[in-house]
C-alpha cells in the first residue's frame, strides 16, 4: 500500500477519540480503511485535564485505527474544541508600486495581514484569505496582472490558548505519532458535511459535541468564522442519570436510543407526566417515562440554540451565514433536534451527515463522525478556492513539546 496515498485523522472530544485511516482514491474521494473509537478520558470541554488519561485514550483509538488498516501512521491530523478556539479577521491595503500588480505584490499584502494575527499566548491553528480588493474594489480572486495603485487583502486566521494545544500535542506524540495539523473541529465538521452548493450560498455549522458546542460558517470563500462554546450533550446525559437514578452509561444509552425534543408533541405538558403511562417503560429495573425523558433534555437543548442564535445574531457571521444551519456532532442526534433547532433559531435546520465522498460503514456517516472526516478533507486542501492562497507557514518552535513527547513515551 502506498503510503504517500494515505491520510490519519484524529477527533480529540470530550465524550469520545476517533481515528479514521484513509485511501486517497480519484477526484477527492476516500476510502476509510481504518477506524478506531475510545471513550474519552482526561478530556473536559475539549481541552486536556489529565495528561496520561488523554494520552492512553488518544493512543488506544489509534493502536485500534492502524490495526484494522494494517499499516502505522506516522503523521495524524486532529481536529479539537479545546483552547478556546476564535476567529480574527484582518483586513489591509498594500501600495503597489509599478502599474500593474505582481507576484511580490501579493506577497507583500499577505505577509503584512498574516503578521497581524494576534498569537499572543495564542497557537495559529487555520489561516485563509477570504478575497482581495484591487483600489476598493472587493470581490478579487486573484489580481495577478490587474492594474491598480493598492492591493487589499481579507483575512480570516482562526487561534486558541497556546497551553491546550500544547498539550494535546504531547497526548499524540506520546502514541509515536507526529501532529500533521490541529484544525477547529465545527470547521472540520463543515468540511464533511457540506457540499458545494451549501458553500456557495452560506451557511453555518453547528458542532454539537458532548462538552462544547462549535460554531463555523461558510461561503463562496470558504471558511470566514470559528467559534466554541462550552457546554455540549453531556448535560444531557448528566441530567438523565440524575432524573432516572442510573449510571452516565446507561443514561447515554437512552439519550441515544429513547430521547426526543419533538416539539408539539401531545406527550408535552406543564406537569410530571404520570409514572404509570402506556408509554412508559422498564430499563435495566428503572422506571422511564419517555415524556418526562423529553421534557428533561428538550430544556437543554433549547438552550444549547439559543447560545448559537446569540453567538450568531452578535458577530458578522449572521450575513455570511444566510439563513440556513447543518447540526454536526453527538449531540445532534436526539429526534427532533433540526426541528427544534428551526423554531429557536429561525432559519432552515437540517441533521448532517458524511457525504458521498466516503466510503466508510454505515454506522459511521452519522453527524457524530463529520469532525474526523473533515479532517481528511482538509488533508487535501479543504474549503480553500485554488486562486486563493498563502505563503508557507513557519513552523511553530518544537524543541520543547519534542522534549515532553520523549518524556511521555518513556513514562506511558
Known amino acids: ?90 483586513r489591509v491595503e498594500f501600495p503597489v508600486p509599478g502599474p500593474r500588480i505582481v507576484p511580490a505584490d501579493i ?12 498569537t499572543k499566548d495564542r497557537r495559529l491553528l487555520l489561516v485563509r484569505p477570504l478575497g482581495y480588493a484591487v483600489d476598493g474594489v472587493d470581490g478579487v480572486e486573484n489580481p495577478l496582472g490587474m492594474y491598480g495603485t493598492r492591493i487589499g487583502i481579507d483575512l480570516h486566521a482562526v487561534t486558541a490558548e497556546a497551553g491546550p494545544i500544547a498539550n494535546l500535542e504531547a497526548c499524540v ?14 470547521y472540520a ?31 463562496s470563500r470558504g471558511v470566514t468564522f470559528v467559534d466554541v462554546l462550552k457546554k455540549g450533550g453531556a448535560r444531557l446525559t448528566e441530567d438523565v442519570a440524575y432524573a432516572f437514578s442510573m449510571s452516565f452509561r446507561e443514561a447515554e444509552e437512552i439519550k441515544v436510543k429513547e430521547a426526543s425534543c419533538l416539539s408539539g408533541s401531545p406527550f408535552e405538558t406543564d406537569t410530571l407526566p404520570d409514572a404509570n403511562a402506556e408509554e412508559s417503560y422498564h430499563k435495566n429495573g428503572r422506571h422511564v417515562v419517555p415524556p418526562y425523558l423529553r421534557q428533561i433534555v428538550t430544556p437543554r437543548t433549547e438552550q444549547t440554540f439559543e447560545r448559537v442564535r ?63 472526516a473533515g479532517l481528511l478533507v482538509h488533508a487535501l486542501g479543504g474549503d480553500a478556492p485554488a486562486a486563493l492562497s498563502m505563503p508557507a507557514l513557519a513552523p511553530a518552535p518544537t524543541h520543547l513539546f519534542a522534549r515532553f513527547g520523549a518524556w511521555m513515551r518513556q513514562h506511558i
Do not use: W
Not at 506577497?107 to 494576534?118: E, F, P, S
Not at 429526534?335 to 433547532?341: D, E, N, P, S
Open 1 to 90: 500500500m502506498a503510503r504517500e496515498n494515505i491520510v490519519a485523522a484524529l477527533d480529540v472530544g470530550s465524550t469520545k477519540v476517533c481515528c479514521f485511516i484513509a485511501r486517497v482514491l480519484e477526484e477527492g474521494r476516500f476510502d476509510v480503511i481504518g477506524i478506531g473509537d475510545r471513550a474519552s478520558r482526561g478530556i473536559l470541554e475539549g481541552a486536556v485535564v489529565d495528561i496520561h488519561a488523554a494520552g492512553q485514550a488518544i493512543a488506544t483509538a489509534i493502536s485500534h485505527a492502524e490495526r484494522m488498516a494494517g499499516i502505522e501512521v506516522q503523521q495524524i491530523y486532529v481536529a479539537t474544541s479545546g483552547g478556546r478556539p476564535a476567529s480574527q479577521r484582518i
Open 107 to 118: 506577497r507583500g499584502v499577505q505577509n503584512t495581514a498574516y503578521a497581524r494575527i494576534d
Open 173 to 186: 506524540r506520546a502514541a509515536h505519532v507526529e501532529v500533521a495539523g490541529i484544525l477547529p473541529a465545527p
Open 189 to 219: 465538521a463543515g468540511l464533511a458535511v457540506l457540499s458545494e452548493e451549501d458553500r456557495e450560498l452560506g451557511i453555518a455549522v453547528a458542532d454539537m459535541g458532548g462538552g462544547t458546542t462549535g460554531i463555523a460558517v461558510f461561503n
Open 310 to 372: 446569540a453567538r450568531l445574531d452578535e458577530t458578522y457571521a449572521q450575513m455570511e451565514a444566510g439563513r440556513r444551519v447543518v447540526l454536526a456532532g453527538g449531540a445532534s442526534q436526539l429526534v427532533g433536534a433540526a426541528r427544534l433547532g428551526e423554531l429557536i433559531l429561525e432559519r432552515q435546520v437540517r441533521a448532517g451527515s458524511i457525504g458521498p465522498a466516503f466510503r466508510i460503514a454505515e454506522s459511521r456517516t452519522g453527524p457524530a463522525y463529520a469532525a474526523c
